[in-house]
């Protein structure tokens, strides 16, 4: 009888896991899953080689192994560094990787414009979500910031530079997906970036999956650009006979529009299925699809917001309190003297103009002393909170 691999014991934040050898701290964490697992922005399970570019998965290795408990002298990339018997790893437990990781994020953003309102990736952007947990609200970055054109690379996908954090996933999917390799970093340091160089089209039927891998919205769907908000898209998981690809897909739909078509992805927000550019690209009629029902969406995610499964309508307490509906209800605004207050009369808070060194103090605030119709006496608009 084959001997039984030996199992790994790993404690990540106090919870211990066994895992096979060579299991990345990564990959164990998140057999542990939940808040341990650390953010990923460049490592892709599915695509050999990725992981080590962004440096957002860092940990504290506060025990090396059982045969030598030393601490690592640094932090470490969780993606990239394999896990050894005993050994005993810091993600969220540690203040050290919590500060680094903010530290890591206003690295990233130093480059990445903060455009998300106008961003197809807002709303299931990885580098939003981890700004909202590690960033800080502002920059210290006072250079002028790279800016790219954007491109149109091939029929179906736009690339925009300035949005790209170079974790080289795409490099990646097009190496080993398509097996066409066309694109690539070219230059180094800032002068990097990822170009077809003499902007050839991205051409291969498994090209499209290079937009599903991009954490930022610097490769988007050109037939989905600026088409809705993701929030307000249902989606559903459907399939279809495909000669190409599995054809599982997710489709974002809008009332019976189909207005975008990717492929699934799993808790960790990667690929389950590479798909091809025809079920991408070409299939949006609901039609070419055997819908299976609605995606489940993590509670969390912005996009649940719009979502209608297991919805529970709330009861009326008042209907079934009193088993038939209420014939009379007070119209609050014809009864409350709120309504007639004038809201310019109340003293505002202390400003700078009024304050006369008494922490207690009250006054009128400037902007609504009014002269003639929503003007202060400074002649700005009155109404308008922000001017002085
Ligand atoms: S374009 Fe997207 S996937 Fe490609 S390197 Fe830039 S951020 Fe990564
Ligand atoms: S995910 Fe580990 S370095 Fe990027």
Redesign the pocket.
């Known amino acids: 009888m084959a001997e039984l691999p030996k199992l790994l014991k790993v404690t990540i934040d106090n919870i211990t896991v066994e895992v096979e050898a060579g299991t990345s701290i990564l990959m164990a964490a998140r057999k542990i899953g939940g808040d341990v697992v650390p953010p990923a922005?460049?490592y892709y399970s599915k695509l050999k080689d990725s992981g080590g570019k962004c440096r957002t998965c860092l940990v504290r290795v506060a025990a090396g192994s059982a045969a030598d408990p030393r601490p690592m002298p640094k932090l470490v990339a969780s993606c990239r560094t394999n896990v050894m018997d005993g050994m005993v790893v810091e993600n969220i437990t540690s203040p050290t990787v919590l500060e680094a990781r903010k530290g890591v994020v206003e690295f990233l953003l130093i480059n990445h414009p903060l455009d998300c309102p106008v961003c197809d990736q807002a709303g299931e952007c990885d580098l939003q979500d981890l700004s909202y947990q590690h960033g800080a609200e502002a920059t210290r970055y006072e250079f002028k910031r790279r800016t790219f054109e954007r491109i149109d690379i091939g029929p179906y996908i736009q690339?925009h530079?300035t949005?790209?954090?170079?974790?080289?996933?795409?490099?990646y999917?097009a190496d080993q997906i398509s097996k066409e390799r066309e694109h690539g970093?070219l230059d180094r340091g800032d002068h990097s970036q990822?170009a077809t160089y003499i902007q050839e089209s991205l051409e291969n039927q498994f090209i499209g999956n290079?937009i599903d891998?991009?954490?930022?919205g610097?490769?988007t769907d050109r037939t989905f650009r600026f088409k809705n908000r993701v929030w307000f898209t249902k989606p559903v998981d459907a399939h279809r006979d495909c000669p190409t690809c599995t054809a599982k897909v997710r489709l974002w739909m809008r009332g019976d529009d189909v207005l975008r078509v990717t492929a699934r992805k799993d808790q960790w927000g990667e690929v389950e299925d590479w798909i091809c550019n025809e079920c991408r690209f070409e299939k949006k009629q609901t039609s070419d699809w055997t819908i299976e029902g609605p995606t489940s969406v993590d509670r969390h995610s912005v996009i649940s917001a719009g979502h209608y499964k297991g919805i529970q309508i709330p009861k009326e307490p008042f209907d079934e309190l009193m088993g038939r509906k209420p014939k009379l209800m007070m119209d609050i605004h014809k009864v409350s003297e709120v309504n007639k207050v004038d809201l310019n009369e109340i003293n505002g808070p202390a400003t700078g103009k009024t304050f006369n060194g008494n922490p207690h103090a009250s006054g009128i605030n400037v902007t609504d002393v009014k002269e003639g119709k929503g003007r202060n006496f400074a002649g700005t608009d009155s109404t308008n909170p922000n001017t002085p």
């Open positions: 922005m460049c690339l530079m949005r790209c954090i170079l974790c080289f996933r795409c490099v999917v970093i990822i290079v891998v991009c954490p930022v610097a490769l």
